[in-house]
């Protein structure tokens, strides 16, 4: 051109695509951002999935949480520091505080005779 700038070519389409309206927009200046687009879109359009999916799913969030919880709390990591140390240390202080009696009712067990 006069003014020294190419001229925009046109991007390459897809033969399965008719429209882009999105491209023409400018929001997708790539065709397979365009085509992850439009696959979702059509997941969406099949509707709800089904009951077992959305069993299947809670099982693996359930899973996923308590295989993290025990790789926070209870899996060994050796005797030195890591990035749970301050962690466990807080959560084994407070179960140690549920399952130990204070010297004030262990003195009031022993008073009514239930501890020896």
């Known amino acids: 051109m006069a003014d020294g700038t190419e001229p925009k070519s046109a991007p390459a389409q897809e033969p399965n695509i008719v429209s882009r309206p999105l491209h023409r927009r400018g929001l997708f200046d790539d065709a397979r951002l ?13 509707g ?3 009951k077992f999916s ?3 799913q809670a099982l693996n969030y359930s899973l996923m949480f308590v295989v993290g919880t025990y790789m926070v709390l209870y899996q060994d990591y ?9 962690l466990r240390k807080w959560y ?3 179960v ?3 399952w130990t009696l204070s ?5 009031d067990l022993r008073e009514r005779g239930r501890l020896r």
Do not use: W
């Open 103 to 107: 010297s004030e009712e262990e003195q």
């Open 48 to 50: 709800p999935p089904s």
């Open 96 to 98: 140690d505080s549920i």
């Open 34 to 46: 365009e085509a992850v687009f439009r696959r979702r879109v059509e997941r969406l359009a099949q």
């Open 54 to 56: 959305r069993q299947l």
């Open 92 to 94: 084994f202080s407070k």
């Open 78 to 86: 050796g005797e030195r520091r890591h990035c749970f140390t301050g």
